[in-house]
């Protein structure tokens, strides 16, 4: 089983930026594909960004340019970067590691308000 920890979620000003971190419990190099999803109140889970085994990268079309995904495999971490932060972005987002089974992350708020 692998565990997720997410952080780095929070309360920013439109067209500020925010970092999301998630560890796992295991080493990242050894998962299929990791990635970030949100959910935002009254609306189904949605892909944000993946980053597969060969660091092939995916992001839905509406955080192209804005938000950047990575990964440090010595500390089992992947990160999203978010820059250019909408009210459009507010949601509770999920870390997902794909490996025999898939695993989620408990999730962190991010909220852009003035």
């Known amino acids: 089983q692998v565990r997720l920890v997410e952080s780095g979620g929070g309360l920013v000003q439109p067209g500020g930026s925010l970092r999301l971190s998630c560890t796992a419990s295991?080493?990242?190099?050894?998962?299929?594909?990791m990635g970030w999803y949100r959910q935002a109140p009254g609306q189904q889970r949605e892909l944000v960004a993946i980053i597969n085994e060969s660091g092939t990268i995916h992001y839905t079309d509406s955080v192209k340019g804005r938000f950047t995904i990575s990964r440090d495999k010595a500390k089992n971490t992947v990160y999203l970067q978010m820059n250019s932060l909408k009210s459009e972005d507010t949601a509770v987002y999920y870390c997902?590691?794909?490996?025999?089974?898939?695993?989620w992350g408990q999730g962190t708020q991010v909220t852009v308000s003035s």
């Open positions: 997902n590691a794909e490996k025999i089974y898939s695993y």
């Open positions: 295991e080493s990242i190099s050894n998962i299929h594909i």
